[in-house]
Structure formats: structure tokens, C-alpha cells
């Protein structure tokens, strides 16, 4: 599962929790700078994918540092650091293969 917050970038400090968090640092937690997405200049955007259990527990955790966003703008933004991801990939096999 996957789920797609933003967070100001003043609280980029709350990542490093998270991160060192037992549970939800074994999840992959990707951050990109908010404005490449259409947010505001001083956002980040936080594509957490993990666990149900992983997910729930960023929420008790750190629900108010964090916001998620709406369905379609984290189906938007997925779908573009999914292509991103695809590209960098595609790019290394052609350098490497």
C-alpha cells in the first residue's frame, strides 16, 4: 500500500523521526520537493510505502506534522515519481547493459 503526505519543509526534522522509528523506518518513505508537483514552495511531499500497520502508526505518530493528500493529487503524484523511478532505471540499464 502507499500513501502520499505532504509536510512544511521547517519540519523536514519530523523525516528523521520517522525514519528512526522502528516500524515505519523499515518502510520505503521517498521525500521530493513539493513544488515539482504543483505544491507550495514550502512543501515536501512524503510518498510512504509499507504496511497497513506502518502507515497507521505514521499516522498516530506524526498526524499533525504531516497531511495527506487528496486521492486523485496522491494518485497524480505516485504515478510521477513511479515514472521517475522507471526512467532512472531505464537509464542505468542502458549505461550498464
Known sequence: ???????????????????A??????????QKDGS???LENDKLVLLYEGSEEGNRRLKELF???????????????YAKIKEEESQAEDGMGFLFG
Open 1 to 19: 500500500m502507499y500513501a502520499v503526505y505532504q509536510i512544511k519543509k521547517s519540519d523536514k526534522s519530523v523525516l528523521d523521526k520517522m525514519l
Open 21 to 30: 522509528d522502528e516500524i515505519i523506518g523499515r518502510q520505503a518513505v521517498t
Open 36 to 38: 515539482s508537483f504543483g
Open 63 to 77: 498526524g499533525t506534522e504531516v497531511t495527506a493528500l487528496d486521492k486523485k493529487k496522491a494518485e497524480e503524484i
